[in-house]
């Protein structure tokens, strides 16, 4: 069983970073696959960025190059710096961990981009 607790949403405004931050219990974390997904009212769950435990990555064509996801395997942790931030990136992010077949979510935390 794995927990995942994220951190770092907020308020901020257009054209601002935040950095969330999800940090994992378990002593396997190097192995899991782990992403970052969003949720905006009335809309599907999708994908934002994901890294493998190799450390490759890849993104939602709408953040790429604005977004950076990346891990530290000796804190159980890994990270979204979130830049040039949008009203349009405002949702619930949620952090997934996955090592098959099992798969964990985090909680979710807000991230509202407004003026």
């Known amino acids: 069983q794995v927990q995942l607790v994220e951190s770092g949403g907020g308020l901020v405004q257009p054209g601002g970073s935040l950095r969330l931050s999800c940090a994992a219990s378990?002593?396997?974390?190097?192995?899991?696959?782990m992403g970052w997904y969003r949720q905006a009212p009335g809309k599907e769950r999708e994908l934002v960025a994901r890294i493998t435990s190799g450390g490759s990555t890849n993104y939602a064509d709408s953040v790429k190059g604005r977004f950076t996801i990346s891990r530290d395997n000796a804190n159980n942790t890994v990270y979204l710096q979130m830049n040039n931030l949008e009203p349009e990136d405002t949702a619930v992010y949620y952090c997934?961990?996955?090592?098959?077949?099992?798969?964990?979510w985090g909680q979710g935390t807000q991230v509202t981009v407004s003026s």
């Open positions: 378990g002593s396997i974390f190097s192995m899991y696959a």
């Open positions: 997934k961990g996955r090592i098959a077949p099992y798969e964990y």
